[in-house]
């Protein structure tokens, strides 16, 4: 799967990416011989809307839509990303997901949340817990616009 590092003025376009999988590292300081290394080492593209920085890059995608949905978009079509894993990633600090047993959550959910929902996912870096509730079926309907 492709991973990303975005730039600074790029945070929304880091949490989609989260949102849908992908592995974007997403720093609020960092500058552009920074990112550079990054790309270089990791292997990541750099997302940017600076065409100075996107030209000393290899793998640099300059992004020019302005909404966060549609720099999503811009992106998975660029470079035809349709495999998409939503809902696997912390939005918060880009780590993975791990299904939990609902016992061991139901002291940090909403007891309403408890009542209805069987299933969660814990980040295994931060421990924020994520369940499928109304935000999910909000952009469940856009995830499934997007990907494949
Ligand atoms: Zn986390």
Redesign the pocket.
Known sequence: MAAFVADVHLAKLARLLRLFGFDTLYFTHIDDDELLQISKNEGRWILTKDRALCERGDRCLLIKAKEPKEQLKEVLYTLKLTQCRPFTR??????Q?ERVPKEEVLAKIPPKVAQWCEEFER??????IYWKGSHYERMKRFIDEVCD
Request: proline content about 0%; aromatic content about 0%.
């Open positions: 912390c939005l918060v600090d880009n780590a997901l980040c295994s870096r931060c421990g924020r």
